[in-house]
Structure formats: structure tokens, C-alpha cells
């Protein structure tokens, strides 16, 4: 199975996880709560199509892939200006979180590119 299907599968499960774990009940920012939910689901519903061969499914996965990799550039780099993070965890160690989930958004986001595109390469 390729690397931005796994990752996608796993990502979507984890994402929702992670943000629960680590804002706990915390709902000062409903919207930072709640974008981790909406990416997961998004990856999931897009690996599940791929997984079972429908038309779009790759289409999806990018447009998935797409949607976490937007929401990620915001939390990562205004994650770099936070003293402290709401979870009470370092914030540097939030910070590298971040970021390697982020570096594996972009890889997944560039992969389902390639897989998307007719020729098999990315435009």
C-alpha cells in the first residue's frame, strides 16, 4: 500500500486523537478543536474511496491531503509565536509535533499529486 494511503488511513485517526489528548476540555478556540476532526474525517473518507477503487478517489485524497496541509501551515507557524501551550506540554515539544506532522502532509499532499496526475507525474 503506498505511503500516502497508510498515512492518510493513520492520520485520520490520529489527528482527532492528538487534539483531544491534548486540549482535553478546553474549548476556548471551538474552531482549533473542532479543524482536526474535519481534516481526519476528510482523510479517512478519501482513503476508504481510494482503498475501494471509486473514479474520484484520488481526486479526493489530494483534495484531503490539500485541506490538512492548509489548516497545518496556520497551527504550525502561529504555534512558533505561543509562550505556552494550552496543553501545558512544552511548547517546543508542540511545536516539533507539529511540524512533523505537517512534513508528512506535504509528502502526502505531493505523493497523491503524483499518483493523481494521468501520466503518473505531477504537472
Do not use: H
Not at 490520529?14 to 491534548?22: F, I, N
Not at 478546553?26 to 478519501?46: C, E, K, P, R, W
Amino acid at each position: 500500500m503506498r505511503f500516502e494511503l497508510v498515512a492518510a488511513y493513520v492520520m485520520g485517526v490520529a489527528l482527532p486523537l492528538l487534539e483531544v489528548l491534548r486540549r482535553r476540555t478546553n474549548f476556548d478556540t471551538i474552531s482549533g478543536y473542532v479543524d482536526d476532526f474535519i481534516a481526519g474525517g476528510l482523510l479517512l473518507y478519501a482513503a476508504r474511496a481510494v482503498s475501494r477503487g471509486k473514479p474520484r478517489g484520488q481526486v479526493l485524497l489530494v483534495a484531503a491531503w490539500a485541506v490538512l496541509c492548509g489548516g497545518l501551515y496556520g497551527s504550525f507557524f502561529s504555534q512558533l509565536g505561543v509562550a505556552r501551550d494550552v496543553s501545558g506540554l512544552p511548547n517546543a515539544l508542540v511545536v516539533a509535533i507539529k511540524g512533523l506532522l505537517y512534513a508528512v502532509a506535504l509528502v502526502g499532499l505531493v505523493l497523491s499529486v503524483r499518483s493523481a496526475a494521468p501520466s503518473g507525474r505531477a504537472a
